[in-house]
Nanobody, 117 residues
Framework: QVQLVESGGGLAQPGGSLRLSCAAS????????VAWYRQAPGKERELVAS???????DYADSVQGRFTISRDGAKNMVYLQMNSLKPEDTAVYYC???????????WGQGTKVTVSS
């Protein structure tokens, strides 16, 4: 079993920044992929950013150049740095990790991000 706990959500103004954190109960580098998803009201959950074991990253077109995903193996943490926030970034953000050794995909409980003036 793996537990993922997100933090760092809140209210930000358009153009502002937030950093989301995800604490994993297992070594983050034994996950073959870690990712951030988001779900806005009335919309489906969508992939925001991901990083694979080798370090390659992928971003949704809507956040490319504004968001950065990173990992800290010493702390078993995954981060999402969000800059130049827009109202359309408002959503609940979920941490996801894929651990083949522990049975597959795991999700955090989500952290809410609201971008509004």
């Amino acid at each position: 079993q793996v537990q993922l706990v997100e933090s760092g959500g809140g209210l930000a103004q358009p153009g502002g920044s937030l950093r989301l954190s995800c604490a994993a109960s297992r070594n983050i580098f034994t996950a073959n992929r870690v990712a951030w998803y988001r779900q806005a009201p009335g919309k489906e959950r969508e992939l925001v950013a991901s990083v694979r074991t080798g370090g390659s990253t992928d971003y949704a077109d809507s956040v490319q150049g504004r968001f950065t995903i990173s990992r800290d193996g010493a702390k078993n943490m995954v981060y999402l740095q969000m800059n130049s926030l827009k109202p359309e970034d408002t959503a609940v953000y979920y941490c996801n990790a894929r651990y083949p050794l522990y049975g597959g995909d795991y999700w955090g409980q989500g952290t809410k991000v609201t971008v509004s003036s």
